[in-house]
């Protein structure tokens, strides 16, 4: 049974204050679980609770805290750790809000986590095997950052995510080591054209580029210095994260001072389709154009991923209504967007169940919690976004990843291409 639940303030990889729970099992078992944050939110997500006020930018979160302290600690405690669904049930109904507002999503996160963490450990699992049994699991497709922008590099660039996914790794080691590669090159490239100023929020290089498409042409050029075939070894993934600058079916583009209604918007990314070896795109219209997402799913559904995050914020009601409407393909989960595990992974096994691609996510406020890398393999996703290839609130989910792949030995089996939803395969 669960004898005791401590709620503590850290920080996360933006020096920012968050919770962590940190709870105690009558097996003398002791387990942490922290909340990461977003910058470029869904709407409808679970909502952080923030102190607001002059101090530490707003961001304290005593109150999360004190939620933790006050009312999920006596709801918790003598609780059987194993019934992760019964606690959540248990957190939604003491929270009583649509999105977590009143004890905050950052409270019941951290503490759905850390239980979590404290029944596998109990049972002496790593957290991926304590979820997936006895099932056989895959090691996830990464898709890595390589260039950060919107809302993680002041935005620099009007889209957020210029990524790289290898489509021909056997392994998840050489998946990285591709990566790693294209993002040396890059760096380079970026420090000879002056056009290098430090790293973003989830560790890509903070780009000085004029237009959206400099990116384009600079990560192909990067993918041919590293010694790939662009398309072939490496290819392109995009987060437009277009919520950040689209709303009523007008999208701005700051970086290129244009507006776009929502067939230019259509044109201005079918154009980069032709043009650029993209494999998946996230969020390419705003969270309020379904309209706009289905349409788009609708030409290119068949080669391309569309993921929607701030469209769906890991909402299985949200996912069961794409599925129907065909808006997107793939659905981004992120613990925190739910704020419990039990949500999270409902939202996830609904998209698997449809077929849609499901890609486990990192936020891009992160800690050094390595959950997300076991969720992804415990929860058959297929893929996992973590941010770019620095900083080693990003890295050590990597690690993590490859030394999963290692024990697993010849049991290993690389998800590979075959976990995108593309009809044309
Ligand atoms: P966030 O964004 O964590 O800053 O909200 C990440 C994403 O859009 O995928
Ligand atoms: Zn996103």
Not at 74 to 98: E, K, N, S, V, Y
Not at 256 to 279: F, H, N, S, V
Request: contains cysteine; negative net charge.
């Amino acid at each position: 049974a669960i004898r005791k639940l401590h709620a503590r303030r850290i920080w996360d990889s933006r020096g920012r204050p968050t919770v962590e729970a940190e709870v105690t099992l009558s097996d003398g078992t002791v387990e942490r679980g922290i909340a990461p944050a977003g910058a470029s939110r869904g709407t409808r997500e679970a909502v952080d609770r923030r102190d607001g006020g002059k101090a530490l930018g707003g961001f304290d979160v005593q109150g999360a805290l004190a939620s933790m302290r006050e009312e999920i600690a006596p709801l918790l405690i003598g609780r059987d750790p194993f019934d992760q669904a019964g606690i959540d049930a248990a957190l939604i109904a003491l929270d009583g809000t649509p999105t977590k507002e009143r004890l905050g999503g950052n409270a019941t996160v951290a503490v759905s986590l850390a239980v979590l963490h404290a029944a596998a450990a109990s049972r002496g699992l790593p957290l991926w095997r304590y979820l997936a049994g006895e099932e056989a699991v895959m090691i996830p497709l990464p898709e890595i950052q390589i260039f950060g922008g919107g809302a993680h590099a002041g935005r620099r660039t009007d889209i957020q995510d210029f990524m790289v996914m290898a489509p021909k790794a056997k392994s998840f080691a050489e998946a990285l080591e591709v990566t790693a590669e294209v993002y040396i090159a890059a760096g380079r490239i970026m420090a000879e054209r002056g056009l290098l100023q430090g790293v973003a929020d989830e560790g890509g290089w903070w780009p000085a580029f004029s237009s959206n498409e400099e990116a384009l042409d600079t990560l192909v050029t990067a993918i041919e210095r590293a010694g790939f075939t662009p398309g072939e070894e490496a290819a392109i993934s995009l987060d437009i994260a277009a919520s950040e600058f689209g709303k009523n079916g007008r999208y701005v583009l700051g970086l290129e001072k244009r507006e776009l209604d929502r067939d230019g918007m259509a044109e201005y990314l079918l154009g980069w389709c032709r043009r650029y070896p993209i494999l998946s795109i996230e969020d390419p219209f705003a969270e309020d154009d379904a309209e706009g997402l289905r349409l788009f799913t609708a030409a290119v559904g068949d080669h391309i991923q569309v993921i929607g995050d701030d469209f769906l914020v890991t909402n299985v009601a949200l996912v069961e209504k794409a599925v129907l409407d065909r808006s997107v393909n793939a659905v981004l989960i992120k613990v925190n967007q739910a704020g419990t595990v039990s949500e999270a992974k409902a939202a996830c096994e609904a998209g698997r169940r449809a077929g849609f691609g499901t890609i486990v996510s990192a936020r891009s406020g992160e800690t050094e919690d390595v959950a997300i890398a076991h969720l992804a393999i415990g929860w058959h996703a297929g893929q996992l976004k973590v941010g770019s290839f620095a900083r080693s609130e990003r890295m050590a989910k990597w690690n993590e990843v490859l030394r999963i792949e290692e024990a697993l030995g010849s049991k290993a089996k690389f998800a590979g291409l075959g976990v995108l939803p593309l009809g044309a395969r």
